[in-house]
């Protein structure tokens, strides 16, 4: 796994056969899970942070943003 990651990594252009065997390391290897919680974390934080000004549609926005990233398909 690791030669064929390196290779995939090191390589100028990456097929979608790479991006899928790539991605089923991730999950395998708990990545994509310990990167949604990340992002997650994250996302609350911005959330949070955003609490310091009046609710207004460009704060929702962001706050609207901030839960998209975190939930969209990859």
């Known amino acids: 796994e690791q030669d064929a990651l390196r290779t995939i990594l090191e390589a100028e252009a990456v097929s979608e056969d790479d991006l899928t065997y790539t991605l089923g390391l991730m999950t395998k290897h708990g990545a994509v899970d310990d ?18 000004f009046p609710d ?19």
């Open 35 to 52: 990167a949604l919680q990340v992002a997650q974390s994250l996302s609350d934080e911005a959330k949070a942070a955003l609490g310091v």
């Open 56 to 74: 207004s549609p460009a704060r929702q926005a962001l706050i609207a943003l901030a839960d998209y990233v975190v939930q969209r398909e990859m």
